[in-house]
């Protein structure tokens, strides 16, 4: 290897992230430093920033710079209507989106017995709560299309049957998909055609 220990460290860490492997990681960091003033710089500083004011939305889980999120302090969204996703990657996914006007609840994960995850270790009481104190009058489960997925949306259903109208994901949504890997089109179709449970 000809690079120091620090642009080593680098590219080590460049390449943990999801998408990029070592190759990728490498041209990227050689990129940035070839360009270091319109790219390395500000991502640097960025980085900091975001390391430093990154926060989860006491509300809804989302990821933000403050303590409640956007999208919970903005009155235009307090609809009734309350999409729930399984991680914020899939509420950034909707958002992409626009066709979504409501709020979000982030759950955390799913339901998982052989992994030990139960309805305490995600975020599930947060949202009966938020059922009963924000008037919601729907809730749209928007969970990934997988056992676990569904298993989660089963047990959320269950516990608001006759609280609040349920209706989940339709159309667009393949087996075994995630939200995050759909284009806008799917996530728009799917959002419109959703359907009672």
Same mark, same amino acid.
């Given at each position: 290897m000809t690079q120091t220990s620090e642009i080593e460290?680098?590219?080590?860490?460049?390449?943990?992230?999801?998408?990029?492997g070592p190759r990728s990681a490498r041209r990227a960091v050689l990129q940035m430093i070839r360009k270091r003033g319109l790219l390395l710089t500000p991502l640097a500083r960025a980085m900091q920033e975001v390391s430093e004011t990154a926060r989860e939305c006491l509300n809804c889980g989302?990821?933000?710079t403050s303590d409640i999120c956007e999208i919970c302090e903005n009155p235009s969204r307090a609809n009734g209507l309350l999409c729930v996703v399984e991680d914020v990657a899939d509420l950034w996914a909707m958002e /992409?989106?626009? !066709?979504?006007? &409501? /709020?979000?609840? !982030?759950?955390? &994960?799913?339901?998982s017995a052989l992994d &030990?995850?139960?309805?305490?270790?995600l975020r599930i009481p947060q949202l009966l709560s938020r059922v009963e104190s924000e008037a919601i009058s729907e809730v749209i489960l928007a969970l990934n299309a997988t056992i676990d997925g569904q298993t989660t949306a089963h047990y959320?259903?269950?516990?608001?049957?006759?609280?609040v109208t349920l209706t989940s994901l339709a159309q667009g949504v393949p087996i075994g998909g995630e939200l995050d890997y759909l284009d806008d089109g799917t996530i728009t179709a799917a959002m419109q055609a959703r359907k009672p449970i």
């Open positions: 460290t680098l590219i080590d860490l460049m390449a943990r992230l999801p998408g990029l989302n990821i933000g /992409r989106s626009g !066709v979504f006007q &409501g /709020r979000y609840h !982030v759950l955390g &994960g799913t339901l &030990g995850v139960g309805p305490d270790e959320i259903a269950d516990q608001l049957e006759h609280r």
